[in-house]
């Protein structure tokens, strides 16, 4: 028996964030910079000499199972993401030679704001074509994923995040109508790379949460054509710009003033994006040296990330020990979705 998996990396967005999200791109084009690292969702899928479905994220504790494909459902429920990539799947490209296992893992807690979601979502749908060998692009697997997430699931998001994982690397990403997207790749000397991954800490403030609602106001503050909202979004747009040519350039303390200039301008987008302990967080990081940072993801918790000049990370990372938060390890990677088969021969 072959066993399939696959690994798609999670992503830090750098700036631009919000502007993937509509009804703003569709209306007036989104800009993004991100880069994955080195965390992953993980997916594995084990054919079955039977029809029963088995589904389980082993980093939740949760399992669920189905007699046969078509019995699987996609109310609200756990693994929704796992039960709408079978849905999917099973419609668009069935039927199913069999019954199958399907076990994800994820190095990141759902509601992080690195992308958990979506790339857990692209890292099943990698483990699917590897099992049927689908002819499916970069391009294909982003888009049906965020076809599945936001349009079949209804899950209120962004577009940055499916293509982060499925691309890899560092990119600079336009959004515009129709759902049309462009991922441009940056080539970013070593060494630029290097000093940015050196000052630029990432910190686990120990609590997750539902970007969902953060989301949905900021799509009806632009919907209900909000002037301070949407001119917020217009910055965080030209911060993206700005962020591109500081990387490419070498300007890398540059970065400091740029993050600290999309964050102040992101709580502008809607209420909920930080709050009084994560601004406390922020304001002490500043003080013991960092010259800017920002939420991850949508806000209201999850990770936020620091850019600490010279030596200061020391300093950062000791004025912020108090908080009860942890300090997340990484390294940049530029592999995007990678997919194998392996026989199994237990």
Known sequence: MTIYRSKAPLRIGLAGGGTDVSPYCDLYGGAILNATISLYANATIEPLAEDTIY???VDREENISFP?????????????????????????????????????????????????????????????????????????????AYTIEREELSMAGGKQDQYAATFG????????????????????????????GNNLLLYFTATSRYS??????????????????????????????????????????????????????????AAGISNE????????????GATGGKISGAGGGGFMMFYCPGNTRHAVQKALADFGGRFQAYDFVEHGLTTWSIADNH
Not at 81 to 93: Q, T
């Open 55 to 57: 589904l389980e994220a």
């Open 68 to 144: 046969h494909v078509s019995a699987v459902t996609t109310h609200q429920g756990p693994l929704l993401l796992a039960r709408g990539a079978c849905v999917h799947i099973a419609r668009k490209y069935g039927p199913l030679p069999s019954g199958f296992k399907l076990t994800t893992f994820v190095d990141a807690p759902a509601g992080s704001g690195l992308g958990s979601s979506s790339t857990l979502l692209v890292a099943i749908l990698g483990a699917f074509a590897e099992w049927l060998h689908l002819p499916l692009g970069e391009y294909d697997i982003a888009h049906m």
């Open 169 to 196: 690397g560092i990119n600079f990403m336009e959004f515009f109508a129709e759902n049309r997207v462009i991922v441009n790749p940056l080539r970013i000397k070593q060494e630029y790379l290097l000093e940015l």
């Open 212 to 269: 969902s609602d953060i989301i949905a106001a900021q799509s009806r503050n632009v919907q209900e054509k909000k002037k301070e909202p949407i001119e917020a979004m217009h910055q965080l747009k030209q911060q993206a710009f700005m962020m591109k040519e500081a990387i490419l350039k070498g300007n890398i303390d540059e970065i400091g003033r740029i993050l600290d200039y999309g964050f102040q301008n992101k709580k502008q987008m």
């Open 277 to 288: 302990s994560m601004d406390k967080i922020y304001e002490t990081a500043l003080q013991a």
